[in-house]
């Protein structure tokens, strides 16, 4: 399973907010099939299949133009471990475990 971190920035918009941007790319991955989500206050994290993943990246990517944005700039960081299942979950258990 890969695990991404998606950040994506519409550039050129009306005003300097963004959460409406952020809301509609949100309802965007809701359509997805195949991942899982998680907002945070800097990004999304997906995770699912390689496959998976990468068709909802480029949606988010999309989403910004679809509502009036002239530019977008999307970072994305993918952890894709095939050795054992792996999660966002999981990778953070693994820290507090360590931590006790």
Do not use: C, N
């Not at 133009?65 to 993918?78: C, D, E, Y």
Request: avoid cysteine; aromatic fraction near 4%.
């Amino acid at each position: 399973m890969a695990i991404a971190e998606v950040t994506v920035i519409p550039i050129g918009t009306a005003t300097t907010s963004l959460s409406s941007y952020v809301a509609q790319m949100q309802q965007v991955l809701a359509e997805q099939k195949g991942i899982s989500y998680e907002l945070t206050s800097m990004s999304t994290i997906i995770e699912g299949t390689l496959p998976d993943v990468w068709q909802a990246i480029a949606a988010l990517h999309e989403a910004p133009f679809l509502a009036g944005a002239q530019r977008v700039s999307t970072s994305v960081k993918i952890d894709d471990r095939r050795d054992k299942a792996s999660s966002s979950a999981q990778k953070l258990q693994s820290v507090r475990d360590k931590l006790k």
